[in-house]
């Protein structure tokens, strides 16, 4: 059976909408809570499949978070050998790093459902299936500032680089696909302090979920579910 690695370095933020697409194409799962204090394993280097997933800390910070440095380089390698590999919100941050990217604050975090603007380069990748009137939910206060020769596959107004790849088995959204809207409760008390410091109303986020019950799980399966029928 096939394995999919997913790094996860938060509870909340898990697999979400995208376990039962992993599980309905035959993939077995298999979680690596990630902590400065915990080494990468060996299997992110070469697993059938790696999905790293979201979280708070900075991309970048290899001095709190050593480990972030283990997983850059996992993915460097993963690179390498073009390996099928998702990364959500912070993990597409650390593919962008390990192809040679940055990352940056963002002068006003991007917290909310809102579409995303589609480049003509999305044609010929998973966004493919995503219609610009599709709602996404942002959660991120960094943008990605990809190298040379990558291009962005969608946009906002606020964030310019939202999704990209390093090849059709290598696949960064910088936003989430994969959160259960019957689970965002989680998400809005687990970052109570940030959305407060914000100034974002965790309840309204709730609210919109809840309305957006039927379409969350349809559109991740329209692009996710796109993306692992190409691994096949």
């Known amino acids: 059976m096939k394995t999919a690695l997913a790094t996860r370095h938060i509870a909340f933020e898990d697999l979400g909408l995208l376990e039962p697409l992993l599980r309905a194409r035959g993939y077995a799962i298999e979680y690596h809570d990630a902590a400065p204090g915990r080494d990468t394993?060996?299997?992110?280097?070469?697993?059938?499949?790696?999905?790293?997933?979201?979280?708070p800390m900075?991309?970048?910070?290899?001095?709190?978070?050593?480990?972030?440095?283990?997983?850059v380089e996992a993915l460097r390698e993963r690179h390498r050998r073009d390996l099928p590999t998702l990364g959500i919100c912070l993990g597409a941050q650390l593919m962008a790093l390990?192809?040679?990217?940055?990352?940056?604050p963002?002068?006003?975090?991007?917290?909310?459902?809102?579409?995303?603007?589609?480049a003509a380069g999305c044609a010929d990748s998973a966004l493919a299936g995503l219609g610009e009137e599709d709602t996404v939910l942002h959660w991120h206060g960094d943008?990605?500032?990809?190298?040379?020769?990558?291009?962005?596959?969608?946009?906002?107004?606020?964030?310019?680089?939202?999704?990209f790849q390093w090849s059709p088995r290598g696949l960064a959204l910088q936003f989430h696909l994969e959160a259960d809207p019957a689970r965002i409760g989680e998400w809005t008390r687990g970052h109570a302090s940030e959305l407060a410091a914000c100034g974002i109303d965790g309840a309204g986020l709730v609210l919109?979920?809840?309305?957006?019950?039927?379409?969350?799980?349809?559109?991740?399966?329209?692009?996710?579910?796109?993306?692992?029928?190409?691994?096949?």
Not at 41 to 55: I, K, S
Not at 112 to 118: E, H, K, M, Q, V
């Open 41 to 55: 394993p060996p299997a992110a280097h070469d697993v059938e499949l790696l999905v790293v997933l979201g979280g």
């Open 58 to 71: 900075d991309a970048d910070d290899f001095t709190g978070y050593p480990n972030l440095r283990q997983e």
């Open 98 to 104: 390990a192809l040679g990217g940055t990352v940056r």
């Open 106 to 118: 963002m002068p006003v975090k991007e917290i909310g459902f809102a579409p995303l603007r589609l």
């Open 143 to 163: 943008e990605i500032l990809l190298p040379p020769g990558i291009a962005a596959l969608a946009s906002t107004a606020a964030c310019a680089a939202q999704a």
């Open 208 to 232: 919109e979920a809840t309305a957006l019950r039927t379409v969350m799980p349809a559109v991740a399966a329209r692009v996710l579910g796109r993306w692992l029928d190409t691994l096949a």
